[in-house]
């Protein structure tokens, strides 16, 4: 029964480990879809997150540009690189009785789902047939904040 020998330091490394590996992997299809909408990739392409469609189906709602379009997509992805920075440094120097820099990467995550649910309420994203983004992103800010809490709260034994 080794394999039940741990501590809790463990699980929340864990908790870290996932949101990196999962922010990583949204990145890395965000950038893909960017490749296939910018023309550098098939139509055909099915290895992409398919987000900037979407977006470009959120933003119409007030005539927005492509440029501005593009331009808040490429924010989003820059805001997601740096939460996947911070989430890897904070992993790779976890230690247990100082979480600054694991407070640090959860509120740039944080930030970034709020600001998410924010302009999904400003650009009525709740209103584009067929998807449910708010509840999505509200979710994800929701995860986040009680995996930062479990870090917190959790023993370290």
Not at 50 to 57: D, E, I, R, Y
Not at 81 to 93: E, F, K, N, Q, S
Not at 134 to 145: G, I, Q, V, W
Request: charged content about 10%; some cysteine.
């Amino acid at each position: 029964m080794c394999f039940l020998n741990f501590d809790l330091v463990t699980v929340k490394q864990g908790i870290i480990l996932f949101w990196a590996v999962w922010l990583t992997l949204v990145v890395i299809l965000n950038l893909l879809d960017v490749l296939k909408n910018a023309g550098a990739l098939s139509t055909n392409w099915k290895f992409n997150s398919g987000n900037f469609p979407f977006m470009q189906a959120v933003v119409k709602v007030y005539g927005t540009p492509n440029v501005v379009t593009w331009v808040l997509y490429a924010g989003a992805i820059v805001w997601e690189i740096v939460a996947i920075g911070l989430l890897w440094a904070a992993l790779a120097t976890f230690d247990a009785s100082n979480l600054r820099l694991v407070n640090l990467a959860f509120l740039v995550n944080l930030a970034l789902w709020a600001v998410f649910v924010i302009m999904d309420e400003v650009f009525l994203a709740f209103l584009v047939p067929g998807f449910n983004i708010m509840e999505t992103h509200r979710s994800l800010f929701t995860a986040n904040l009680v995996s930062l809490m479990a870090i917190h709260l959790l023993p370290n034994t």
